[in-house]
């Protein structure tokens, strides 16, 4: 990743707007695709745990 926005900087150093379009672009599409995945992930490290978050009393 690091790579790709040194090269990407590089090329578009020149234009600034589209460089900061590109990244905000890049950053909320990468945030909508890792949100489902990394909610799941906490929600089963949760229940695996077996802590007490979901709503359903313990008894």
Not at 3 to 22: C, K, N, Q, S
Not at 23 to 42: F, N, Q
Request: net charge positive; aromatic share 8%.
């Amino acid at each position: 990743m690091g790579l790709m926005l040194h090269a990407t900087f590089g090329y578009l150093r020149e234009d600034p707007l589209i460089l900061a379009l590109l990244l905000c672009t890049v950053a909320t599409a990468l945030s909508l695709l890792m949100l489902p995945r990394m909610k799941g992930m906490i929600v089963g490290y949760q229940w695996a745990k077996e802590m007490n978050g979901f709503g359903r009393p313990r008894g």
